[in-house]
């Protein structure tokens, strides 16, 4: 079985002064955390925030690039970087862990078809539109007022230029109008790479039933997100209740200004346990949403995604990558057989992939 996470936050943790090559009491990746929770390849993800204009975004997304292949320079005994499936499987041969790199946000690119010809020969390999807000690209789920009611006329440039690149089109955090307009638009299969199903919990993140459906005819994957708010709207209401993530806000913005300050360091760590102290829905609830988006999909259109290293807080029992095996027992405890686990633990996205790339 060949196990691939398509969607972690870890090279911003990479600036934050996180050794890969050890393992992390707090962080949810590493290297070590990757080989025990059986993972063979993940995607590394550029996330730049929807603050930063296109100038700032694309220096930032340049400095997150450099800090991945400086981590994989000083670990090539552990892990190496893959630009296809068929190089992941060389390298699971050869005992290394694949790291394959995406890019958070279309910020970077600004309004330029070179820029994401250049950041395509850099090595990534899927593009997420946009993230918190509307960018050049497309509209956020996250926006109230929506700029370009879909894709804009730079954006339907965009989608077409990286079907005949091959690069993988990300509808995670785009809105409803704009992934239509992705569907109508692109001449390849997309996926959505960390994301949940709508019907299990009603936030604008995740994808409709309609929307897994179309996503599945056009032959996509939905790769099912980790994030406790995403899984299970109660949770969601405790969270909100909490008032953490409002009082976490300015001692994690410290942090990663200074990740070297003691002080603001152990701030952030105390908000982190009480976020992992709240009563978080369990693992289970992971494959509740696989099973959902199994029954609307088919088997051969659902993967993981887990956002871990982007999220704030786990599942109970899904505390980081180490734990990953529990998705694939509890499918295994409720009837999958073993070739449909295979499919959902990576065979899915990389056959996706393949496709994109080989039909370019």
């Keep these: 079985m060949f196990v691939l996470d398509s969607h972690c936050d870890t090279p911003s943790q990479i600036l934050r002064l996180r050794d890969l090559s050890v393992d992390n009491p707090r962080g949810h990746v590493d290297f070590p955390?990757?080989?025990r929770g059986g993972v063979d390849a993940s995607f590394f993800a550029l996330y730049t925030p929807s603050t930063l204009g296109p100038d700032a975004a694309c220096r930032k997304a340049l400095e997150l690039l450099g800090a991945v292949y400086d981590v994989l320079d000083a670990n090539r005994d552990t892990a190496a970087l893959a630009l296809t499936p068929s190089q992941a499987l060389e390298n699971k041969g050869k005992g290394l862990i694949s790291v394959f790199v995406g890019m958070e946000n279309g910020t970077p690119i600004g309004n330029s078809l070179p820029l994401l010809r250049m950041f395509y020969r850099m090595g990534v390999r899927y593009l997420t539109l946009t993230h918190s807000a509307d960018n050049a690209i497309c509209d956020s789920c996250a926006s109230k007022v929506k700029t370009w009611h879909g894709l804009s006329p730079f954006g339907?440039?965009?989608?077409?230029e990286m079907n005949r690149l091959g690069?993988?089109?990300d509808v995670s955090h785009i809105s409803d109008e704009s992934f239509y307009d992705v569907l109508d638009c692109s001449s390849r299969p997309v996926v959505a790479t960390h994301s949940c199903c709508r019907a299990l919990a009603g936030h604008p993140r995740n994808m409709t039933d309609?929307?897994?459906?179309a996503?599945?005819?056009k032959g996509g994957v939905i790769q099912i997100n980790f994030f406790p708010v995403f899984l299970d709207s109660g949770f969601a209401e405790i969270l909100g209740q909490s008032g953490l993530m409002e009082k976490g806000a300015?001692?994690?913005e410290a942090f990663i200004k200074d990740p070297?300050?003691?002080g603001k360091r152990a701030a952030w760590y105390h908000i982190q346990d009480e976020l992992q102290s709240l009563p978080r829905p369990s693992y289970r609830r992971i494959v509740d949403h696989i099973d959902h988006a199994v029954s609307i999909a088919g088997i051969d259109h659902v993967g993981i995604g887990s956002d871990f290293d982007g999220i704030e807080v786990t599942p109970e029992g899904m505390e980081d990558v180490s734990c990953m095996g529990k998705v694939f027992a509890e499918m295994k405890r409720r009837g999958y057989s073993d070739s449909d686990i295979e499919k959902v633990a990576g065979g899915n996205f990389l056959r996706v992939m393949d496709e994109i790339i080989v039909n370019q």
Excluded: G, Y
């Excluded at 339907?156 to 077409?160: D, F, Q, S, T």
């Excluded at 309609?210 to 459906?213: L, N, P, Q, S, T």
């Design 215 to 217: 996503l599945a005819a």
């Design 260 to 262: 070297s300050d003691p």
């Design 167 to 169: 690069m993988i089109i």
């Design 33 to 35: 955390k990757l080989r």
């Design 250 to 252: 300015p001692a994690e």
């Design 156 to 160: 339907r440039e965009v989608v077409a």
């Design 210 to 213: 309609d929307m897994i459906r």
